[in-house]
């Protein structure tokens, strides 16, 4: 089982910048596949952004050159710095986890961009 706590939502005029971070524990030896994806009010859920363990990113074109993924392998937790954010950038963002054949999620965190 893996665990994962999310933090660093909240609300932030257009054009400023948010930090995520998710967190994951549990019996965990490696994980390769760690993500963000997000969902707006109304719409489905939508990738934002992936990186494997190796550092191989790949990002959703509406947040290219925007938004940046990392992680820390020694402490499972990965990171999304978000700048320049936009007011349709707002929703519940969810960390997502592959390890082994499972898939584990975070509870979301929301983002609000608003002035």
């Known amino acids: 089982q893996v665990q994962l706590a999310e933090s660093g939502g909240g609300l932030v005029q257009p054009g400023g910048s948010l930090r995520l971070s998710c967190a994951a524990s549990?019996?965990?030896?490696?994980?390769?596949?760690m993500g963000w994806y997000r969902q707006a009010p109304g719409k489905e859920r939508e990738l934002v952004a992936t990186?494997?363990?190796?550092?191989?990113?790949n990002y959703a074109d509406f947040v290219k050159g925007r938004f940046t993924i990392s992680r820390d392998n020694v402490r499972n937790t990965v990171y999304l710095q978000m700048s320049s954010l936009k007011p349709e950038d707002t929703a519940v963002y969810y960390c997502?986890?592959?390890?082994?054949?499972?898939?584990?999620w975070g509870q979301g965190t929301q983002v609000t961009v608003s002035s």
């Open positions: 997502n986890v592959e390890y082994g054949l499972d898939s584990y």
């Open positions: 549990g019996r965990i030896f490696r994980i390769n596949y």
């Open positions: 990186i494997t363990s190796g550092g191989s990113t």
